[in-house]
């Protein structure tokens, strides 16, 4: 069992930056590959980025590609989402997850956080 909790969400303008954390719960966060969605209103959830247990895989949609970076540190049970270059349309709720598999697929996630908030103004 895997409990995620997300911070770091708020309003920036767009251009700005922030930087989402996930804190897991467990000893065996480091086993567990993690992803970040997010989900804006009447919309689907959908992938964001992911990386695999050890940190040395990621993989990004391309809407955010050279924009946000995913990384991990296992001995904090932490993963991080720098978002930089921000804009309108990345304003959504951002939701961490944990899953045995390496996936974009949100079905192969079978830990989720509760979400936090990020609103890009124009």
């Known amino acids: 069992q895997v409990q995620l909790v997300e911070s770091g969400g708020g309003l920036v303008q767009a251009g700005g930056s922030l930087r989402l954390s996930c804190a897991a719960s467990?000893?065996?966060?480091?086993?567990?590959?993690m992803g970040w969605f997010r989900q804006a209103p009447g919309k689907e959830r959908e992938f964001v980025a992911r990386i695999n247990w050890s940190g040395g895989s990621t993989y990004y949609t391309d809407s955010v590609k050279g924009r946000f970076t995913i990384s991990r540190d296992n001995a904090k049970n932490t993963v991080y989402l720098q978002m930089n270059s921000l804009k309108p349309e990345d304003t959504a709720v951002y939701y961490c997850?944990?899953?045995?598999?390496?996936?974009?697929?949100?079905?192969?996630?079978?830990?989720w956080g509760q979400g936090t908030q990020v609103t890009v103004s124009s």
């Open positions: 997850a944990a899953g045995n598999a390496f996936s974009s697929w949100k079905g192969h996630y079978d830990y």
């Open positions: 467990g000893r065996t966060f480091s086993s567990y590959a």
